[in-house]
């Protein structure tokens, strides 16, 4: 009786690894939420603005481009402190982008975030830039709250306000 019992637990042994082995190696899928950002641009003259907007983590760097609006690479370098965080990350962004704004005009884009992100010390900057006109770093940064992404910020310089809502 006792060979009979070491036999069956030497072979299920190695079958109960096997499935701890498979059941723990999948990693669990992060959950992502969509949120309709609204940006309201001031009255300019000029070309339209290039839009950037990014996820900072809790140190103030960047992690992850959310969406660009202007979609001519040859003038990403004038966003600077993103390009140089782009531009060595080559990162795929043709998905997330879309064509630039004008003075006065109001543009709707959906942004996507990792729910791990929120409430937790990350930050969403909106960077914009005008061909021969200036730069803005931080036209709009915020806390990336629950409460935050429910409201109206207001802009720095080519941004009149944004508005976010979840979808």
Not at 51 to 78: A, C, H, M, R
Not at 105 to 119: F, V
């Amino acid at each position: 009786m006792i060979k009979f019992k070491k036999r069956k637990l030497t072979r299920i042994i190695p079958f109960l690894f096997w499935i701890a082995l498979i059941l723990f190696s999948f990693k669990k899928p992060t959950e992502t939420s969509s949120y309709k950002c609204m940006i309201q641009m001031k009255n300019y003259t000029g070309e339209g603005a290039y839009v950037v907007i990014s996820l900072l983590n809790p140190k103030g760097e960047y992690e992850e481009t959310l969406y660009v609006q202007g979609d001519d690479e040859e003038w990403y370098f004038d966003i600077t402190e993103w390009w140089d965080f782009q531009g060595k990350k080559r990162a795929n962004i043709d998905a997330i982008t879309g064509a630039t704004i004008s003075g006065g005009e109001r543009k709707i884009s959906i942004i996507k975030i990792n729910d791990s992100k929120l409430d937790n010390g990350y930050k969403i900057r909106f960077e914009t830039a005008v061909e021969d006109q200036e730069y803005y770093k931080n036209d709009v940064e915020f806390e990336l709250t629950s409460q935050n992404m429910k409201s109206k910020i207001e802009g720095k310089g080519f941004i009149r306000y944004i508005r976010t809502m979840p979808q």
